[in-house]
């Protein structure tokens, strides 16, 4: 790469340079040959997808860390669909709360971002208790 040149009538150009801290604790100038170091979050996930007419628990959607998961509901139905997270591969799965209220629970469809995950190893559920009707699902990051 050449470097552009100083034209007049300045005669100088002001350089700013960023840099970030290295594993020791010192200034390391960012380059092209030492670019900043950034956090890549793993591909997204396969989608849960499905439609049901019969309550249950569907999933799992093993979520990856720093991404927003969503969930997105259509279809004529009615009842309560809620999003549960569990930790231990399924064996106890858990309803999400917000200061100790509920949290990811619909009604109606829709589509929301429902939960910031950041636990390796978490897994979400869809928990379908349905009055009538069909309800189209997707778990998305």
Known sequence: MTAPSISVPAG??????????????????????????VAMSAPAPNPLVGETTLSGTVGPFAAVTGRAILVTLDGDWQGTVRLLRSIDGGATKLALRVGGEAWSEYTSPG????????????????????DSGAVVYRVSQ
């Not at 100088?12 to 670019?35: Q, T």
């Not at 589509?111 to 349905?130: H, N, V």
Request: hydrophobic fraction near 50%; proline fraction near 7%.
């Open 12 to 37: 100088f150009a002001p350089v700013y340079a960023v840099g970030y801290s290295d594993l020791d604790g010192a200034l390391a100038l960012a380059s092209y040959a030492a670019p900043l170091p």
């Open 111 to 130: 589509c929301e971002q429902a939960w910031s995950e950041t636990e390796e190893g978490a897994s979400f559920y869809l928990d379908i208790a349905l």
